[in-house]
């Protein structure tokens, strides 16, 4: 069996975490679906792939919530964080072989790493930008990525306004996240409040300004 691990939503400031782990017997299937990195392909796409993918192989998904990272990242790395979720799935799906998207830039040290957070010993083929050269993690960033998504648009239901992608980067996001902050002088629900983002926006709304007074 070989298993493919990927994760969506490292960097937002709303939304939680996905990570995606899945096997198959071969990457023939995920071939000729056409898998790619889900960045290339676009939502549509992601959509009629991720259901393709989900009646071929077995697929294990770990969501953390953003309370949950502001809480984790408190006694240790998002890397190390990661690198826990990544191992529990792995262990669930047990594949001879299993292919990484490695969240550091020394690869080597990240192998090492999550080989002894795992409970047995697979061939273990940990690269950075895997979801662009394996068949399996580019079938895993995608069902991370629909997964993240929906979860999004969840959120944007639930608050009853666009909230963009989550990410900081993102101008309708920034601007929600902006507002809200100003008109509450609180972080909006589902939001990491240990990211800079959210820090700078809340001090910079509860500073007093002399125009107040």
Not at 23 to 34: I, R
Not at 40 to 66: G, M, N, Y
Not at 181 to 190: S, V
């Amino acid at each position: 069996m070989l298993c493919g691990v990927d994760e969506a939503g490292r960097g937002p400031v709303i939304g939680p975490m996905v990570v995606a782990a899945l096997s198959v017997k071969s990457d023939t299937v995920l071939k000729e679906l056409g898998v790619r990195d889900s960045k290339r392909l676009t939502p549509a796409r992601r959509e009629v792939l991720a259901e393709s993918i989900s009646q071929v192989a077995e697929i294990e998904i770990a969501i953390i919530q953003p309370e949950d990272i502001d809480e984790l990242t408190q006694r240790i790395s998002l890397n190390e964080l990661e690198i826990r979720t990544f191992a529990k799935l792995i262990d669930k799906l047990h594949a001879e072989v299993v292919y990484v998207d490695a969240c550091e830039s020394d690869e080597r040290a990240f192998t090492l790493k999550l080989m002894a957070r795992l409970s047995y010993r697979p061939r273990l083929i940990c690269e950075n930008q895997a979801d662009d050269t394996y068949p399996v993690v580019s079938a895993a960033s995608i069902i991370a990525k629909t997964r993240r998504d929906a979860i999004v648009r969840e959120i944007e239901a639930e608050l009853g306004q666009p909230i963009g992608s989550g990410y900081p980067h993102d101008p309708i996001t920034k601007a929600f996240l902006e507002k809200w902050i100003k008109d509450k002088r609180c972080a909006p629900p589902h939001t990491r409040k240990c990211w800079a983002t959210t820090k700078r926006a809340l001090s910079l709304a509860n500073t007093t300004k002399l125009d107040d007074w």
